[in-house]
């Protein structure tokens, strides 16, 4: 997980949600949307993905003020074969829309065995994981793609052309239904750059420098001021190049969305619409076999990939999911470190939107990673 150094304060996490609650149905959704929103974001900083958390807000509702993004959308999705559908999404904000893609997939998915569902007309969704959880703890495999404006320069290229495009891939390791959050499924949620952009808008807010390699400046050199980053570098060279390339395939071609350049900047001009397109796809483990023998052999494989002698002598080979899954055990204890400039920005959209600021807890956390 890359994450910017800065210094924070812990606060708790469910004053956090009913904070963002608040915030969201202030500015125009519904309680149940603004809910959805709300842990959507929580559960992000939760697992320690800060650059898909709350600090998102002060954005979204910038956005939500411009028109650009949709407070209550009509979210519509139309069935096109037993296992496909499309999903128009109104323009409303993403997690609204990709979690309705979600439903619809695990829907297609217990009736003919598996569903693709496209999506377009979204905007930025947060995390892929809390989708792909979902799906998980429905008994299936999960794949859930998005794509994003042009942030990342291809291998051997000197400009920007895809988005930061993640892919996602989630199995479960517990029953139907047994909660994968705890359990630890298998949560592959990765960026196909080197960071995500917004660990990049983290670091420009918190007044941090970023790790040498992550980004490069207009003149091609890599940087480590947030400030002078004009575009990311893939993960893998041409490796994370050529499946950026194939998410922008997956989310825009069989969708109608605009690809790459094409696609309206998120940090660009705030009243215009993102048009994002994404992909949800699941396959029902229980048309192959029982989905307890399924989840008994994942439990055998991950503990035997657990149990590899570790490079470290006090280190452990983590499975993808499980960083996260100890994060979010260690801030459901301890609380959830935000940076005191993030908190800043959140005390004036609080004010702004006649909402109480967020408490704080007494204590100030140490650095966040």
């Not at 979600?102 to 377009?120: C, F, P």
């Not at 995390?127 to 008994?139: M, P, V």
């Not at 930061?164 to 047994?178: D, K, L, M, V, W």
């Not at 935000?338 to 408490?359: F, N, S, Y």
């Amino acid at each position: 997980m890359q994450r910017v150094v800065a210094r924070s304060q812990v606060v708790d996490p469910e004053a956090l949600e009913r904070f963002s609650i608040r915030l969201f149905t202030a500015a125009g959704l519904t309680e149940a949307d603004a809910r959805l929103v709300s842990e959507s974001l929580v559960a992000s900083n939760l697992r320690g993905i800060d650059s898909h958390g709350v600090a998102r807000i002060p954005h979204y509702l910038k956005r939500l003020a411009q028109g650009s993004i949709n407070c209550r959308p009509s979210i519509r999705a139309e069935i096109r074969s037993p296992s496909t559908a499309l999903v128009d999404g109104d323009h409303g904000l993403g997690q609204l829309v990709m979690q309705r893609a979600t439903e619809e997939a695990i829907a297609l998915g217990r009736s003919n065995g598996a569903g693709w569902v496209a999506v377009r007309n979204s905007s930025h969704c947060g995390a892929l994981a809390y989708y792909g959880l979902q799906i998980a703890d429905a008994g299936m495999i999960g794949l859930v793609f998005t794509h994003v404006d042009r942030m990342v320069i291809p291998y051997a290229a000197q400009n920007t052309f895809c988005g930061t495009n993640p892919i996602c891939i989630t199995a479960p390791r517990a029953a139907h239904g047994a909660g994968d959050l705890e359990t630890g499924a298998f949560c592959l949620d990765m960026a196909t750059s080197k960071v995500p952009w917004n660990v990049i808008v983290n670091a420009c807010i918190e007044q941090v420098p970023l790790q040498l390699g992550w980004g490069a400046d207009k003149d091609g050199s890599t940087t480590t001021d947030p400030n002078d980053v004009v575009g990311l570098y893939p993960f893998g060279k041409y490796k994370g190049s050529g499946l950026g390339l194939g998410i922008d395939i997956l989310c825009s071609l069989l969708s109608g969305a605009p690809f790459g350049p094409d696609i309206p900047a998120m940090y660009g001009d705030l009243s215009q619409r993102r048009l994002l397109g994404g992909l949800v796809g699941v396959i029902d483990i229980g048309r192959f076999l029982p989905v307890q023998q399924f989840c008994d052999r994942m439990h055998d494989l991950l503990t035997r990939w657990s149990l590899q002698p570790a490079r470290e002598l006090d280190g452990r080979v983590l499975f993808p999911g499980e960083p996260e899954l100890l994060e979010r055990r260690r801030r459901l204890r301890e609380g959830i470190p935000v940076g005191q400039q993030t908190l800043q920005e959140l005390d004036e959209v609080a004010k702004a939107h006649g909402v109480d600021r967020l408490p704080r807890r007494p204590r100030n956390s140490a650095p966040l990673n």
